[in-house]
C-alpha cells in the first residue's frame, strides 16, 4: 500500500480527542484498538467517509511495528470480499475500517478499564 499520510474524518478526530480524555491513551493507539474492532464486524464498512476536514496520521506513527500485519489483514479482508481491487481502493478500504471502528471505540468506551472488555 503507498501511502503514507492517512486522513480521518472531522468526526472521528473529535471522538479522538473524547476517548484520549476518557483513557489517556494516544490517538494513534486508539485508532488501533478501534481498526482491529472494525475488522472484527462481519459487514463492510461504506468506502465513502469523508476526510476532507479531519486530521492525519503519519503511517508509521499510526501502524507502527505492526504495518505489515495490518496492511495484510486489509489486503485479506479486502480482497476476499471484492472491496480492494487496486491500490486506490485498499486506501479507501483502510480509512473507511479506520473511521469506522474509531465510532466503534467512542460507543463501547467510556474509561480506560473498559478496554479490557473488548478482549472477550
Known sequence: MQLNRIHISEDSRNKLRILK???G?????????GLML?????NEPELDADTSDGSEFNRYTLMGEWDPLIVA???????????????DTLVKYFRAHLNRGV??????????????????
Not at 103 to 120: F, H, P, T
Open 38 to 42: 472494525s475488522l472484527a464486524e462481519e
Open 25 to 33: 491513551l494516544l490517538p494513534n493507539v486508539l485508532s488501533r484498538i
Open 21 to 23: 480524555g476518557r483513557t
Open 103 to 120: 465510532r466503534l471505540l467512542y460507543a463501547r468506551v467510556k474509561r480506560l478499564g473498559e478496554i479490557v472488555n473488548l478482549l472477550s
Open 73 to 87: 489483514l486489509l489486503e485479506e479482508r479486502g480482497t476476499a470480499n471484492g472491496m480492494c481491487e487496486n491500490n
